[in-house]
C-alpha cells in the first residue's frame, strides 16, 4: 500500500463520519489513516490464559478462569442491593459480584453450568472476588473465535460518552486493515531487518493491534519501537551533521597568550583530568571551523566555572568577545566575582550586567562593549537586551541551562552575523538516556569527577519531632566555626501559606539561636535584589552563621565554610532540587552534612527520593531516579516536556533499545551519509515522508 494512501483524511474511512472525526481528531489528533494506525494500545488483555482460582495473586490484574456458579444470592447493603455469586473450580471458591443489572443476570446465569470469566480480581476479606466479570458459557467460549490478546486503546471521557468505545476504535482498525488489505510498505533496510531479526512492517502492525501471540507482540512492540526511536535518531544526528557542515564559526586556532599565562602562573590548584579532557574538547571544537553547540554537564562541585573561565580566555586570545549567562542575579554576581579574581592582574577587561546594574553605570558598559574595549561580560537575562551590541562576541557559556529556554538561547545566537560558539554548562545530570534523545543536536562533555579531597555529605532523614536534637548538632557545628543553610520549600501555587512558613520558621530559629551569640540572614524572593545580595553577601563573608532561604539559594552559590544543609519540608522538594541544595555544602574540606527533615506523613514516592538521597551522592543514578519517577517531560519542565510525542517507545524503560537505534543511526550515516546507496532507499524514503509530516524540530524549535 503506497505511503500517500496512508494521508488520505480519516473521514474517507468507512465508519467514521463527520462528527467521529472531529472527536477522533480533538481527543486523539487522528487526523488521517496514518494517525489511526499509529494508534497503538496501552496494554492488552491476555485471554491466552486460563487461570486457576488457587493461582491467583493479590495483585493480580485481568484474569481469565474457567468454573461454575455454586450459589447465587441477594445482600441487602447500606447502599444498596447487590448480587453475589459463589463461583467454583477444582482448585477453590471465590465470588462474583454484580451492582447493576441484577435482574438480568439473575434471570439469565445458569448454575452449575461451566462458565469462561474475565475481569479484574480484588483480594478483599479473606477472599477473592470479582466484580462485573465478562462471562461466556464454556460450551460457546470452545466454538467461537479466538481471541488471544485483546488490544485496550488510549481513551478519554470524551471519546466514551460519544460511543466511541474500544470496541468500536478495534472495528475501525479493522476496517483500516481491510482497505489497505493490511499491506505496508517497508520503513526500514533489509540489512537491518535481517541484523536486529526484525518482524517486517505489515506483520508488526497487524500484531500490534491483533496479536497472534505473546511472542509476536513482544516482536511486533520491539520491531515499531526500534523504528520510532531509529527516525527520531536519525533526525538528531543528521541536524547535527548538517549543523556541523554549514554553519560556520569563528576559528579559535591560537591557544595565546593569556591562556598560556592563566595556566602556567594562575592556576589556583591542579585541574582534574576531566577537566582537562573537557577543555580539549572544547579546544576541538573551538579550531574545527564550526560552531561550537556544546553542552557541559558536571555534578554540583565537579568545577564547571574554572573550564568556563579557561574557554573565555581562549576567545579573548583569538580577538574575540566572550559572555558567561547566569540564572540569576545571586549567582552572577558570584561568577563575576570569582572570575575577577581569577584573572586578577591579567589585564582582562570584564564587566557585570545584570537587572540591578544602574542605568548610568550601564551605558559605558554598552559603549564598551560595541567599541571592542569590554572582553569579558557577565550577568543575567539582561545581556539579552536589544540594547546589549557586540563588537565581536565570539562565544557565549550558559551556566545552569535548565532555567533557559529554548527560545533564550536562539537569541543569544542572533546578536552575531556568525552565531558565536555555544557552551552550555549544567549541574542537572541530564540521564544518558534523555540527552542522547532530547540532546542529540548537541555534543556532550561530561565532568565525572570531583577535585580531589572532597568528603562525601553524610545525609540523614529526621523527623520533625526530632528538631531539639538537630538544632542541638547546629549550636555543635556552629562553635566550630561552620556555617548552616535552613532551606523551605517555595512551591507557587502555595506561596502565601509558603512564606507563612518561612517567616514562623525564621522566628522560631531566631528565638532559638538568639543573639548576640548568633546571627542570622534570611534570603527570599520577596526580597528587593539589593537587600538579597547585602544578606548573601553577609553570609559569604561570615557576618552571619546561619541562612534561612528558600530555593533561592538552589543555584550555584559556593560559600566553603557552610558545612550543614537542612532542607525543610524535604517531601515537598523533587529530588534534583535536593540534591542541588545538597551540593551548597561540602564545598570545604570539613565533613558536612546534610539533613532532610519531614513530619511522619510520606507518600510512598517521597519515600524513595529521601531513601535515594540518602544511599547515594551520583547525580546521574539520583537523575535516573527521578527520570523513573517523573517521567522525562517533567525533568526538563519547560516546552520540552512531552516534546518527542512518542506513540509507542518509552525512553526509560526502552533504554536499551534506543541505545541501539542510535548505534545503527549513526552507522547509517557513517557509511552512506547522503543516503544513496540502493540498499538505504527504503530508509530514505520513509524519512523523508518523516521529516515531511512529523518532523521533531516543529516541536523543538
Ligand atoms: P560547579 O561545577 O558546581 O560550578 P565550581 O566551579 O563552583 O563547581 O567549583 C566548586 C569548587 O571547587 C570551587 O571552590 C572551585 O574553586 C573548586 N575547584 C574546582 N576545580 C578544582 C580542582 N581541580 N581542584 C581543586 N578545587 C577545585
Ligand atoms: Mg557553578
Redesign the pocket.
Known amino acids: 500500500m503506497n505511503t500517500n494512501f496512508l494521508q488520505t483524511p480519516i473521514t474517507y474511512l468507512k465508519g467514521v463520519g463527520p462528527n467521529r472525526a472531529e472527536t477522533l481528531q480533538g481527543e486523539l489528533g487522528i487526523h488521517t489513516y496514518q494517525d489511526l494506525l499509529n494508534l497503538f494500545p496501552n496494554r492488552y488483555l491476555d485471554k491466552t490464559q486460563y487461570y486457576k482460582i488457587s493461582q491467583l495473586q493479590r495483585s493480580s490484574a485481568e484474569v481469565q478462569i474457567v468454573g461454575k456458579i455454586i450459589h447465587l444470592k441477594s445482600v441487602e447493603q447500606k447502599k444498596g442491593k447487590r448480587l453475589v455469586a459463589t463461583f467454583a473450580d477444582d482448585t477453590g471458591q471465590m465470588e462474583l459480584i454484580w451492582f447493576r443489572g441484577q435482574k438480568w443476570i439473575r434471570e439469565n446465569l445458569k448454575i452449575n453450568t461451566p462458565y469462561v470469566i474475565f475481569g479484574k480480581c480484588n483480594w478483599y476479606s479473606g477472599g477473592f472476588s470479582m466484580p462485573h466479570p465478562e462471562m461466556e458459557l464454556l460450551d460457546q467460549h470452545q466454538k467461537g473465535l479466538k481471541v488471544f490478546m485483546q488490544p485496550i486503546y488510549p481513551s478519554t471521557e470524551k471519546l466514551s460518552n460519544r460511543g466511541i468505545t474500544n470496541r468500536v476504535i478495534s472495528k475501525l482498525i479493522q476496517q483500516l486493515f481491510l482497505e489497505t488489505k493490511g499491506n505496508f510498505i517497508e520503513t526500514l533496510s533489509e540489512t537491518l531487518i535481517h541484523e536486529l531479526k526484525l518482524l517486517p512492517k505489515s506483520e508488526s502492525l497487524l500484531n500490534i493491534h491483533f496479536p497472534k501471540n505473546q511472542e509476536l507482540l513482544a516482536k511486533a512492540q520491539f520491531r515499531l519501537k526500534f523504528e520510532e526511536l531509529f527516525f527520531i535518531q536519525m533526525q538528531l544526528i543528521a541536524k547535527n551533521i548538517r549543523h556541523k557542515q554549514k554553519i560556520k564559526g569563528f576559528n579559535f586556532d591560537q591557544v595565546g597568550e593569556r591562556f598560556k599565562e592563566f595556566y602556567e602562573e594562575h592556576l589556583p590548584?591542579?585541574?582534574?583530568n576531566a577537566?582537562k579532557r573537557v577543555i580539549k574538547e572544547i579546544r576541538h571544537d573551538l579550531g574545527s571551523n564550526a560552531q561550537m553547540n556544546r553542552l557541559l554537564q558536571?555534578d554540583?562541585?565537579?568545577?564547571?566555572?574554572?573550564v568556563a573561565v579557561m574557554t573565555m580566555l581562549l576567545a579573548v586570545d583569538n580577538g574575540y568577545q566572550a559572555c558567561l549567562m547566569a540564572p540569576t542575579e545571586i549567582l552572577a554576581n558570584q561568577h563575576y566575582a570569582g572570575v575577577s579574581e581569577l584573572l586578577a592582574n591579567m589585564g582582562v577587561r570584564c564587566a557585570l550586567l545584570t537587572g540591578s546594574v544602574k542605568k548610568s553605570a550601564r551605558k559605558p558598559i554598552h559603549e564598551q562593549l560595541e567599541n571592542g574595549e569590554l572582553q569579558l561580560l557577565i550577568g543575567t537575562h539582561a545581556l539579552l537586551e536589544d540594547k546589549v551590541k557586540y563588537k565581536n562576541l565570539g562565544l557565549a557559556i550558559i551556566d545552569e541551562q535548565h532555567r533557559f529556554g529554548v527560545a533564550q538561547r536562539a537569541k543569544l545566537w542572533h546578536k552575531n552575523e556568525f552565531p558565536p560558539h555555544i557552551l552550555v554548562m549544567t549541574?542537572t545530570p541530564i540521564p544518558r538516556t534523555l540527552a542522547m534523545s532530547l540532546y542529540g543536536d548537541l555534543d556532550i562533555s561530561v565532568i565525572d569527577e570531583l577535585?580531589?579531597g572532597r568528603k562525601p555529605v553524610k545525609t540523614v532523614h529526621r523527623f520533625d519531632s526530632n528538631r531539639l536534637k538537630v538544632f542541638r548538632f547546629v549550636r555543635d557545628e556552629i562553635k566550630k566555626g561552620r556555617q548552616i543553610y535552613i532551606v523551605y520549600p517555595l512551591i507557587q501555587e502555595s506561596e502565601a501559606l509558603d512564606y507563612k512558613d518561612l517567616m514562623d520558621g525564621y522566628e522560631s530559629i531566631a528565638r532559638d539561636f538568639p543573639l548576640p551569640d548568633y546571627r542570622i540572614s534570611i534570603v527570599h524572593g520577596k526580597m528587593k535584589p539589593a537587600d538579597k545580595d547585602y544578606e548573601m553577601d553577609r553570609f559569604v563573608r561570615g557576618e552571619t552563621q546561619i541562612m534561612v532561604a528558600t530555593t533561592v539559594i538552589e543555584v550555584?552559590v559556593?560559600v566553603?565554610n557552610a558545612s550543614v544543609m537542612i532542607i525543610e519540608s524535604a517531601e515537598r522538594f523533587g529530588l534534583s532540587q535536593l540534591h542541588q541544595l545538597r551540593g551548597r555544602v561540602g564545598?570545604g574540606a570539613d565533613q558536612s552534612f546534610c539533613i532532610l527533615m519531614t513530619s511522619h506523613k510520606l507518600s510512598s514516592e517521597a519515600k524513595t527520593r529521601l531513601e535515594t538521597m540518602v544511599r547515594t551522592h551520583d547525580g546521574f543514578e539520583i537523575a535516573e531516579v527521578d527520570l523513573k519517577l517523573r517521567g522525562p517531560g517533567d525533568i526538563m519542565g519547560t516546552q520540552q516536556s512531552g516534546v518527542l510525542n512518542l506513540k509507542i517507545a518509552d525512553i526509560v524503560k526502552d533504554n536499551a533499545i534506543l541505545k541501539t537505534a542510535r548505534y545503527h543511526a549513526l552507522q547509517l550515516f557513517k557509511q552512506d551519509p547522503s543516503l544513496e546507496k540502493p540498499e538505504h532507499l527504503v530508509i530514505r524514503h520513509a524519512y523523508a515522508q518523516l521529516v515531511k509530516y512529523k518532523n521533531i524540530w516543529n516541536y523543538i524549535s
Open positions: 590548584f591542579e585541574l582534574t577537566q558536571g554540583v562541585g565537579s568545577g564547571k566555572t574554572i549541574a577535585p580531589p550555584g559556593n566553603p564545598r
